[in-house]
C-alpha cells in the first residue's frame, strides 16, 4: 500500500483497512491545512517530498506500532501537491483491541510522522507571497532574515 497520494484522502478506505472483529477501539486523526494566524491568511499548503524515502519512513512507523501495540493496525495516508485550506493533508487511522492503545498509535504515529518524515510545506498565502515551513510548523529562516553583522 502506498501512504503518499496526489488525490483527496477517502477515510472509508483507511477504516476498512484496519478493520478487524479483534479491534475493539478506533482512532481517526486528521491533519487539515488551515489559514495562519498571521495578517497574510493562508490560501493552500503545497507539500514535496522525496517520495522514496518518505515511503520507506512511513513503513517502519507502521511496523513499529505492531510491535509495540500487540494487534494494533494502523493505515496513513499523506497528500502530496496543493491542498487548499479545509482540506485533509494526513490522515491516521489506528485500531487496537482497547481503545487506549488505538489512541495511544494514533498518537505516536503523527508525533513520529513530524519527527521524521521529510514532508516539505510551502504555504501559499492571499496576497501572493509564500513561505516554506519546516514539519514542526515553524516558519523557516530565510536568509534575507538573516543579520548582515555580528
Do not use: N, Q
Not at 478506505?13 to 493562508?42: I, K
Not at 504515529?109 to 515551513?133: H, M, N, P, Q, Y
Amino acid at each position: 500500500m502506498s501512504y503518499l497520494t496526489r488525490a483527496p484522502i477517502i477515510l472509508d478506505e483507511l477504516l476498512a483497512t484496519v478493520s478487524s472483529p479483534e479491534c475493539g477501539g478506533t482512532c481517526v486523526f486528521l491533519g487539515t491545512v488551515r489559514d495562519g494566524p498571521d495578517e497574510h491568511g493562508v490560501t493552500a499548503i503545497e507539500y514535496s517530498a522525496y517520495e522514496e524515502m518518505v515511503e520507506g519512513e512511513l513503513g517502519r512507523i507502521v511496523t513499529e506500532v505492531g510491535e509495540r501495540w500487540s494487534g494494533a493496525r494502523v493505515a496513513v495516508r499523506h497528500r502530496l501537491g496543493l491542498i487548499p485550506v479545509g482540506e485533509a493533508s494526513i490522515a491516521i487511522v489506528a485500531a487496537a483491541p482497547h481503545r487506549a492503545h488505538a489512541f495511544e498509535a494514533c498518537r505516536y504515529v503523527i508525533e513520529e510522522v513530524k519527527r521524521r518524515v521529510a514532508v516539505w510545506k510551502k504555504e501559499l498565502r492571499a496576497d501572493g507571497s509564500e513561505t516554506w515551513v519546516d514539519p514542526s510548523g515553524r516558519p523557516t529562516v530565510r536568509p534575507s532574515d538573516l543579520p548582515t553583522h555580528v
